[in-house]
């Protein structure tokens, strides 16, 4: 018999929902919250309401889109954490009070996990083939960034991870130092596609092992525009796009070069990204040319189900129901990464 597991993702700005029929997505309905553009970042408290606004039409219009009605949902698969406190306390009464009324069980997911489990997401027409176990997944994303050995869907083991910040705050604060605009790494990815990746060089971090640090690069960046905005006030203007893909080549760099290090260490040549920036083409075109040259069986996944999804949390579940991996009504958010 087959199982329907509704997911709810509500981290941060995005208020999602998504309904899986084993391991085949159905629907996924997700409303961005445009009310931070304005701010130049997530505003927490914005959030949380925006969340509370839109939580009931995006659940009815994935019901809807699935063409299944709320009696056939097996169980709620819900974010737990990390994020914004206040973003994911609507998602997680939520799905609390919805899994009650059908009396059904509730399953508490890792958003990190999450986003490497969104490789296994199948679509009915459009199959892909999944990773085997065990692989390694870089996490890039606004908050996170780590490099993760996947031995199986909820054993997993971080070799690296950031000191500092995230390569998505790398993207998005590059923005803001040229006043781009918020989220900064589409705009950048975007520009980058007219520049010259060689235009510019900035300095890459010099960190043991397989951790990743980018406060420096932010900094050298600001520093170098600084220099240059004295000579000439147009300097951005002029040179936006090998600006943006200059620093997008640099960030790319520094992310590969760990993951080649980490797959040399373990012997592993299965490699997947996820996570928002997971979503940037230039890393996708190292990828894919690390591929060629290193002979390493690539997993990028599909642009929707690489930025935040409740699709991502609905899988996470769906491999936790087979397990009857259920949590209890007492559960609460946790704002910081527990898992991983
Ligand atoms: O995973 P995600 O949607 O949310 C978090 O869990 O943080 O990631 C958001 C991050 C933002 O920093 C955004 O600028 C970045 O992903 N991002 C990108 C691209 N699309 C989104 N960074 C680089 N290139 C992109 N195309
Ligand atoms: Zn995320």
């Given at each position: 018999m087959s199982v329907y597991i509704l997911g709810i993702e509500s981290s941060c700005d995005d208020t999602s929902a998504a309904i899986l029929?084993?391991?085949?997505?159905?629907?996924?309905?997700?409303?961005?919250?445009?009310?931070?553009?304005?701010?130049?970042?997530?505003?927490?408290?914005?959030?949380?309401?925006?969340?509370?606004?839109?939580?009931?039409?995006?659940?009815e219009s994935t019901l809807k889109k699935a063409e299944i009605e709320k009696k056939q949902i097996d169980a709620v698969a819900f974010t737990r954490g990390p994020g914004l406190l206040g973003s994911l306390l609507v998602g997680v009464s939520f799905a609390k009070s919805f899994a009650l009324g059908l009396g059904i069980p509730i399953i508490e997911v890792?958003?990190?996990?999450?986003?490497?489990?969104?490789?296994?997401?199948?679509?009915?027409?459009?199959?892909?083939?999944?990773?085997?176990?065990?692989?390694?997944?870089?996490?890039?994303?606004?908050?996170?960034?780590q490099i993760v050995l996947v031995k199986d869907y909820f054993q997993m083991e971080i070799l690296g991870r950031t000191i500092d910040d995230a390569a998505g705050e790398a993207f998005d604060k590059a923005s803001k130092i040229m006043d781009l605009g918020y989220p900064g790494g589409p705009l950048i990815d975007q520009f980058a596609k007219e520049g010259n990746p060689e235009a510019f060089e900035f300095s890459k971090p010099n960190i043991p092992g397989l951790d990743y640090s980018f406060s420096g690069l932010k900094t050298s960046f600001l520093y170098f525009l600084r220099d240059r905005l004295?000579?000439?006030?147009?300097?951005?203007?002029?040179?936006?796009?090998?600006?943006c893909a200059s620093i997008q080549k640099t960030i790319v760099d520094v992310l590969m070069e760990k993951l080649q290090k980490a797959s040399l260490q373990?012997?592993?040549?299965?490699?997947?990204?996820?996570?928002?920036?997971?979503?940037?083409?230039?890393?996708?075109?190292?990828?894919?040319?690390?591929?060629q040259k290193l002979g390493w069986k690539i997993f990028i996944p599909r642009f929707v189900y690489s930025t935040d999804?409740?699709?991502?949390?609905?899988?996470?579940?769906?491999?936790?129901?087979?397990?009857?991996d259920f949590s209890d009504q007492t559960v609460t958010p946790y704002s910081r990464s527990r898992l991983l």
């Open positions: 029929k084993d391991n085949v997505i159905l629907a996924n309905v997700i409303a961005n919250q445009d009310v931070h553009r304005q701010y130049g970042g997530v505003v927490p408290e914005l959030a949380s309401r925006a969340h509370q606004q839109n939580i009931i039409p995006v659940i890792d958003h990190l996990q999450a986003h490497i489990l969104a490789h296994f997401i199948q679509e009915k027409e459009n199959p892909q083939p999944v990773p085997e176990f065990p692989f390694l997944c870089l996490t890039v994303s606004g908050g996170h960034t004295k000579e000439n006030p147009d300097f951005i203007l002029e040179n936006r796009n090998d600006l373990t012997g592993i040549n299965r490699i997947a990204i996820a996570g928002g920036v997971s979503a940037n083409s230039a890393l996708h075109d190292a990828m894919r040319e690390a591929s999804n409740a699709a991502m949390i609905a899988i996470a579940g769906y491999y936790k129901f087979l397990k009857k």
